[in-house]
């Protein structure tokens, strides 16, 4: 009996995980490719997204809910790598200056990010939301028309021809994969990128550092109830926009591995795209608006990138159109987002109907 | 001095920004040489072909399901009555009764749905409506491929199947509101046909919550604990209230495809809550009070400077920065309402 | 202490308080709701509402020495400690870290000199041993590994207490009715934890409703009423009878003002069986009571007892279960329109919350329960097909309660957030008389307005018990404005009826009535 409950708890809990191993399960026949080639190309992903999704678990544990405000550390990522392509910085070199570029920008848009968001308590999410929206207004004002006239760049590679603004697509020749090949092994066929990880491990290490910091410690506080942690003396709205900027800085890094990784830069998109699947892929690893940990962000990775090389083969030997494919991953990413919000609002409300229950129950023993 | 203070305050600050922008655009607009009475004729054109999208977040806001982020729902059902339409092969102005015919019980459908799913997540429904809308586009692309229409106008042309990325409403319902009753003073252009058809269905929402139960909605978003105090049923008329706005949105849709001429499909209802949004907040509504007359000038001030912006700005620096301008103006008045203080519980 | 005093807008809520307290005493602090007790220890602890409200009267003095707190935080340094009665814990937190919270032992490291002082980690083992040191010093039994979620509530009690004693400098706790939601065993083992402390010196301000408990472990005890020390008794030498008694005996005798004993109808209007409501803070547990036709019925008893579930809960706002008949008739709970729809209306305590539309006109606030409920103030079209809000018949009746009931106000299309406290009560009143119920419930309808309000408020209620024949049940915190307008007056304690007197009873045996356990014990 006490099983059965926990066997429908378990489920209820993981059901986004779940679907998707289903999914797969489903998919990976139809699609019909090769072993070797499905692991290297989510070894590949890892690499490319664990950073950026690593990024998000700070502002969760500050209870501050899903961070769309990543977007802003992914932009000033962006400016850095546009930065040193622009100044032909190759190699390792250029991915640190870049970084050293980013962190300023990146503390910047999420120290701003993080005031309006106490400004907004309660409904952090739509307003992180929005705020990336907006800064992606500015984003552009800044990168179509501020560079070149305002900000000096002068490199055919980056501005358009016109004289101002940078192209669409950028080639990020000087530093692709610069950080992958540095030092890596082939195992099976199957290339693994040494320093890659190492990188990635330091974060998780830092991650589960910062937990067991004073500040880390803070964080959950306030995640819990600002009230008693105000009441306590901690300091709830610095904390709030610590944590906010802390997760701006890794996701500004963690993009410019992404785009080293790449090896193009999508001037316009790509940051946009980024905060959605970083975030989608977290939901799919088991993660809650209030919970998440270092294993949701690796099983989320695989799972929904799996899925995303997987759907659109299927896609095409199913119905014979890969588009249908490519829908049904835009589709999934959206809906597991979905999924999970809504999940996480019922199972908020079922806990609260429960007391209601006990003293029914109560009563009813007393008078038994 | 005082009375300023008061009147920026009731007026609201960013309203007044942009209204004085708008102006400004209006007064430089004859000596960079744009024709004022054309920039007017098509402000006036995309008050009509906006203005009941906008008109759509009102049932929601007074019953305090907060902004429609969910608007892609209710476009999809235009999109479906639409479609739907041109399959039977009826032109004229009577595929336009019949798309909105057609979109009907799609739209009440999706919206009880959708109403119901709100009820069970207060309190973050405007995050939730986001990502519906969102999963639900994405669904319906799928559906756009799948689906057996046949009508040669609508299908590619190669495969003979799935639907075509835009369809034209040329020979169906092109332009017929537009030109129904449409006045020409020289380069001025007002089509009375579209201010009367938005003017109908705002009198409707209008008379609605002057009834019983408009009111009973309305104070539902007003307090919702005193309207279950007094008896209402709070989740029925937040349900009637979503239902309300997504036939809203489906008709607004349609409505906008006849302006436009095409029909937009697959992401191309993705995005299109956010202007209604934003449109509706500088017109001076909040998260959760909002009025006809809101509607009315936070439209007009919205498509004013999208249509004002881009012209103006190409005749005096010859760089077109209007679509980054709008981004900003509009995801700003999205921002600056979801961080008032004053504003609502959610 | 000595003549503390405290005004909130021109009223005088506290009046010349002095007491002294010894190191390692147990002082009682008893009394009715709204005698002052929270006001006193507001202003011993430095809350901000004190400064916000103009600040105090008299001195402080501690050691011998004068101190002024700016901020709780002061009167934590000075070494008083609080446990309120909300708990202040984080539920995803250990007791250990609950205990510690933003107190934390430190490892410093290399790396803090960079980023902070935030940036050390936390001594896991140094904490463990501080609280464990605290619970010790409390003397109960207490996982210092469990989580908060997961404690019944008498553990999450001693946490908030350990919490308070684990400061090192702690000389003084005030226990602000840490008993209220504890079982019996639960309560035995906090009062050998009092005896624990006083014995270390540490001084203890004792506040609780259950004067049983006093006897038990205070030294001292401090009856208050109306702002003033009534007595300071020797705990040993006092009992229950005698406490009671001062707590509500007012000087005024019940001689003043005539009663008039009505006869009450024998027939009986609505009838409550085992009646439980989930109402946070006001848990009902098993309420049993006749209401009589035309009766003024009113409810009374401590705060947090159950009084205000009772009506919350058969209204339908709050979950309930049991059985209400109203005049035979089954009422169903939880069913907030059928309440309404068999005549009953009720005027919610919390105003602001429940009550108004505070954004929305007097019209409005009025006519809206009636609109809704008996299609009134409508005119009707199409053959009632559209049902139009009728303008005049919406002003006319506001203008009339607004008249009858003197309510102050530009218009009647004022916003219902302007208006006063008490004249937003009167619109909750009118909203509710609109209404022409045969069964009104009224709950605290005198709470925070001032006394001019307060007497025009009641008036209105009698008259119109009185005159109309409406049957009303009103509960209220105070028992002299119970007996000033009542028939009969049902006591609440522990979630229950703990008895039923006439209004003309004295007020001791009403005072027995609400200490309730211990009235078997007292006879």
Known sequence: ?368 | MEKVKSFISSFGLPRLIIAGFLLLLFIIAPFVGIRVGASISDTLARFGMNSIMVLAMVPMIHSGCGLNFGLPLGIISGLLGATLSIETGVTGPLSFLLAILYSTPFAIILGWGYGKLLNRVKGSEMMIATYVGFSSVAFMSIMWLILPYSSPTMVWGYSGSGLRTTISTDGFYSQILHNFLCLRIGSLEISLGEILFFALFAFIIWAFLHTKTGTAMTAVGSNPIFARASGISVDKQRTLSVIMSTWLGALGILCYQQGYGFIQLYQGPMYMAMPAVSAILIGGASVNKASIPNVIIGTILYQGIVTMTPSVMNNLIHTDMSEVLRIIVSNGMILYALTRKSGASR | ?523
């Open chain 3, 1 to 523: 202490m000595q003549s503390v005093s405290k005004e909130y807008n021109g009223n005088p809520v506290l009046k010349d308080v002095n007491f002294t307290l010894k190191e390692g005493e147990v002082l009682g602090l008893v009394g009715e709701n709204g005698a002052g007790k929270s006001t006193l220890m507001n202003i011993l602890f430095g809350m901000d509402v004190i400064r916000q409200t103009g600040g105090y009267g008299g001195r402080i003095l501690i050691d011998g020495k004068e101190v002024k707190f700016a901020s709780p935080l002061d009167a934590l340094k000075a070494g008083i400690g609080m446990v309120h009665q909300e708990f202040s814990l984080l539920p995803g937190f250990t007791a250990a870290e609950n205990i510690l919270l933003n107190r934390e032992p430190e490892n410093k490291s290399v790396i803090s000199l960079v980023f902070g002082q935030r940036a050390n980690t936390i001594d896991r083992k140094t904490l463990q041993k501080k609280a464990i040191d605290a619970i010790t010093k409390l003397g109960v039994s207490l996982d210092p590994d469990m989580l908060v979620s997961e404690m019944p509530v008498g553990h999450k009690q001693f946490t908030e207490i350990s919490r308070e004693i684990s400061k090192s400098s702690i000389r003084l706790l005030v226990l602000d009715e840490p008993t209220a939601v504890l079982s019996e065993k639960e309560a035995e083992m906090l009062l050998k934890a009092i005896k624990n402390l006083s014995a270390q010196g540490i001084s203890v301000i004792f506040i609780t409703h259950r004067l049983q408990e006093i006897l038990d472990v205070c030294n001292k005890v401090i009856v208050m009423r109306d702002g003033r020390i009534i007595n300071e008794l020797d705990a040993a030498k006092t009992s229950i009878q005698e406490m009671a008694k001062l707590m509500v005996g007012r000087e005024v005798a019940s001689s003043s003002r005539e009663k008039e004993e009505r006869k009450l109808s024998d027939s009986i209007i609505m009838s409550i069986r085992n009646l439980w409501v989930d109402m946070p803070g006001e848990t009902v547990k098993n309420v049993n009571l006749d209401v009589h036709k035309g009766e003024f019925l009113g409810i009374g008893g401590l705060a947090g007892q159950g009084k205000i579930g009772i009506p919350n809960g058969i209204m339908g706002l709050f979950p309930s279960g049991g059985s209400v008949t109203l005049n035979g008739k089954n009422i169903p709970l939880g069913d907030t329109r059928a309440c309404l729809d068999s005549s009953m209306a009720f005027v919610s305590e919390d105003r602001r919350g429940v009550g108004l539309l505070l954004d929305e006109s007097l019209e409005w606030n009025i006519a809206f329960p009636a609109m809704q409920i008996q299609n009134k103030f409508l005119k009707k079209y199409l053959g009632g097909l559209v049902k139009w809000r009728d303008q005049g018949a919406i002003e006319s009746v506001t203008k009339k309660y607004i008249q009858q009931l003197q309510i102050k106000c530009t218009s009647s299309k004022q916003k219902a957030k302007e208006l006063s406290g008490g004249n937003q009560q009167k619109i909750c009143l009118a909203k509710a008389f609109a209404l022409e119920p045969k069964l009104l419930f009224v709950s605290e309808p005198t709470r925070g307005i001032d006394v001019g309000a307060k007497a025009l408020v009641l008036q209105a209620l009698k008259q119109y018990n009185r005159e109309l024949g409406v049957t009303i049940v009103m509960v209220s915190s105070e028992l002299e404005e119970l007996r000033q307008c009542c028939d009969r007056i049902a006591i609440v304690t522990d979630g229950a009826i703990s008895g039923i007197l006439p209004a003309s009873t004295p007020s001791e045996e009403f005072g027995i009535l609400m200490v309730g356990k211990s009235m078997k014990e007292a006879k």
């Open chain 1, 1 to 368: 009996m006490k099983k059965e409950i926990d066997i429908k708890k378990f489920l209820a809990n993981n059901i986004v995980p779940i679907i998707f191993i289903v999914l797969c399960l489903i998919c990976i026949p139809l699609a019909g490719y090769s072993g070797q080639y499905l692991v290297s190309q989510i070894i590949t992903r890892i690499m490319r997204n664990s950073f950026l999704v690593l990024s998000l678990l700070i502002p969760i544990m500050a209870g501050m809910g899903l961070n769309f405000g990543m977007t802003l550390g992914a932009m000033a990522g962006q400016i850095g790598i546009i930065f040193i392509t622009a100044w032909n910085v190759v190699g390792i070199p250029g991915l640190l200056l870049a970084a050293i570029i980013a962190t300023p920008i990146a503390a910047l848009l999420g120290w701003f990010c993080g005031k309006m968001l106490n400004m907004a308590k309660g409904r952090e999410m739509i307003t992180s939301y929005m705020i990336s929206f907006f800064m992606n207004g500015v984003y552009q004002l800044v990168v179509l028309y501020g560079m070149g006239p305002v900000i000096p760049l002068h490199s055919d590679q980056v501005i358009l021809p016109r004289g101002y603004g940078v192209r669409n697509t950028i080639d990020l020749i000087n530093v692709r994969q610069s950080v992958d090949n540095f030092w890596s092994l082939t195992i099976a066929g199957v290339k693994i990128p040494l320093l890659t990880i190492i990188l990635i491990a330091l974060l998780c290490v830092v991650i589960v550092w910062f937990r067991k910091t004073k500040l880390g410690q803070d964080m959950r506080a306030v995640g819990q109830d600002m009230e008693v942690a105000r009441e306590a003396g901690i300091k709830v709205e610095r904390t709030r926009i610590l944590a906010i900027v802390i997760s701006t800085i890794f996701a500004a890094y963690g993009m410019i591995l992404y785009l080293s990784n790449m090896g193009t830069l999508n001037t316009y998109n790509s940051h946009s795209q980024i905060g959605m699947f970083s975030i989608a892929a977290l939901l799919v690893g088991g993660a809650s608006v209030s919970r998440a940990s270092i294993k949701n962000v690796f099983l989320g990775i695989i799972l929904f990138h799996l899925m995303f090389i997987l759907a659109p083969q299927a896609g095409r030997e199913l119905m014979g159109q890969a588009q249908i494919g490519e829908f049904f991953r835009v589709f999934i990413s959206y809906g597991v987002i979905t999924l999970s919000l809504v999940l996480y609002e019922i199972r908020e409300r079922r806990e609260k109907a429960e007391s209601a229950k006990a003293i029914a129950d109560q009563q009813k023993e007393e008078r038994a």
